[in-house]
């Protein structure tokens, strides 16, 4: 059993586990071990709140399919077991991120001083750009 927030847990036996070809550089290693992981995670096991479904939706991205499968595809690591817990994290982490509510942005009003410290900057600018015409006045 996996906790991913305080109310939320997953089975373990609910995330699909196989073990693929890594891709990349490696060696002879890479072409007869299948050592990335490949999981996959079906949410609609999950009983989310609806805004905390559209976050996950916005941050799995492409790894979510039209089915709504996320599949995480791990070959960071040399063997399977390190690959195995590395796609495991980062479905926690994804799922995590996702429960977590975006604190709304409350509107602040700028202060006396910054407004009067942003007025005098503007006079010195002001100033200085006046400074660079040269007027003449000949009689």
Same mark, same amino acid.
């Given at each position: 059993?996996?906790?991913?927030?305080?109310?939320?847990?997953? !089975?373990?036996?609910?995330?699909?586990?196989?073990? +693929?070809? @890594?891709? *990349?550089?490696?060696?002879?290693? +890479?072409?007869?071990?299948?050592?990335?992981?490949?999981?996959?995670?079906?949410?609609?096991?999950?009983?989310?709140?609806?805004?905390?479904?559209?976050?996950?939706?916005?941050?799995?991205? /492409?790894?979510?399919?039209?089915?709504?499968?996320?599949?995480?595809?791990? /070959?960071?690591?040399?063997?399977?077991?390190?690959?195995?817990?590395? @796609?495991?994290?980062?479905? +926690?982490?994804?799922?995590?991120?996702?429960? !977590?509510?975006?604190?709304?942005?409350?509107?602040?009003?700028?202060?006396? *001083?910054?407004?009067?410290?942003?007025?005098? *900057?503007?006079?010195?600018?002001?100033?200085?750009?006046?400074?660079?015409?040269?007027?003449?006045? !000949?009689?």
């Amino acid at each position: 059993m996996l906790r991913i927030a305080r109310d939320l847990t997953i !089975e373990e036996n609910d995330l699909d586990i196989s073990f +693929v070809r @890594a891709s *990349g550089p490696g060696g002879q290693n +890479v072409n007869k071990l299948s050592t990335a992981a490949q999981l996959r995670f079906d949410t609609r096991r999950l009983s989310l709140p609806a805004d905390a479904q559209a976050r996950l939706a916005r941050l799995a991205g /492409q790894r979510l399919t039209k089915d709504g499968v996320i599949v995480i595809h791990a /070959q960071r690591f040399r063997t399977q077991e390190r690959n195995r817990s590395d @796609a495991i994290e980062r479905l +926690v982490a994804l799922l995590a991120e996702a429960m !977590e509510r975006p604190t709304p942005r409350r509107p602040t009003r700028p202060t006396a *001083g910054s407004r009067q410290r942003r007025l005098e *900057g503007k006079k010195r600018r002001s100033d200085i750009k006046a400074g660079r015409s040269a007027r003449r006045f !000949e009689d």
